[in-house]
T-cell receptor, first 112, second 111 residues
Framework: DTAVSQTPKYLVTQMGNDKSIKCEQNLGHDTMYWYKQDSKKFLKIMFSYNNKELIINETVPNRFSPKSPDKAHLNLHINSLELGDSAVYFC???????????FGPGTRLTVL | KNEVEQSPQNLTAQEGEFITINCSYSVGISALHWLQQHPGGGIVSLFMLSSGKKKHGRLIATINIQEKHSSLHITASHPRDSAVYICAVLERGGSQGNLIFGKGTKLSVKP
């Protein structure tokens, strides 16, 4: 069974649309993360979340919002998609902040 | 200037060679991670360390907190080691679990 899964794997959409990427972990971890990997393959944190606190990277536009229906899921909603949002988005989880992180397979988002 | 710098950016080696990838950082840290990103895109955590040295198979990671430097060594390299190796630090006092990443070192091991 996949430890951290993301759907969809690929997402192609038009500018201006609203889309969501789902993330689920079956590791029983308390903390989940979203990362963005740009075209130059540079990874950057977008959000971290546990059942008590959401930490948002201040550089992330408010068009991006994480939603956690329960401890095992952290979905990423993106409103009014822009060309610059095209990237690979990775979800990850860990037991706590100082623990090893386990990554999902990534979702390649292409905005046309 | 990025808070986490890796060198080299690209590295080509012959199978069997000993490989070293370096990571320097400019902030106080709680921990340092070494990650491997496969050509297919998946990311795997190799090590997390806050002091000393860790070994797993042919991989060795060391860290010198005073010098703010870490190295990843691969002994007896193999073509299947070809990947991007990424150093990431957890800044001390920073937001929970939020890693700051280096730009990665692309390793290609030729048979």
């Amino acid at each position: 069974d996949t430890a951290v899964s993301q759907t969809p794997k690929y997402l192609v959409t038009q500018m201006g649309n609203d889309k969501s990427i789902k993330c689920e972990q079956n590791l029983g971890h308390d903390t989940m993360y979203w990362y963005k990997q740009d075209s130059k393959k540079f990874l950057k944190i977008m959000f971290s979340y546990n059942n008590k606190e959401l930490i948002i990277n201040e550089t992330v536009p408010n068009r991006f919002s994480p939603k956690s229906p329960d401890k095992a899921h952290l979905n990423l909603h993106i409103n009014s998609l822009e060309l610059g949002d095209s990237a690979v988005y990775f979800c990850a989880s860990s037991t706590w902040a100082l623990a090893e992180q386990f990554f999902g397979p990534g979702t390649r988002l292409t905005v046309l | 200037k990025n808070e986490v710098e890796q060198s080299p950016q690209n590295l080509t080696a012959q199978e069997g060679e000993f490989i070293t990838i370096n990571c320097s950082y400019s902030v106080g840290i709680s921990a340092l991670h070494w990650l491997q990103q496969h050509p297919g895109g998946g990311i795997v955590s190799l090590f997390m360390l806050s002091s000393g040295k860790k070994k797993h198979g042919r991989l060795i990671a060391t860290i010198n907190i005073q010098e703010k430097h870490s190295s990843l060594h691969i002994t007896a390299s193999h073509p299947r080691d070809s990947a991007v190796y990424i150093c990431a630090v957890l800044e001390r006092g920073g937001s929970q679990g939020n890693l700051i990443f280096g730009k990665g070192t692309k390793l290609s091991v030729k048979p």
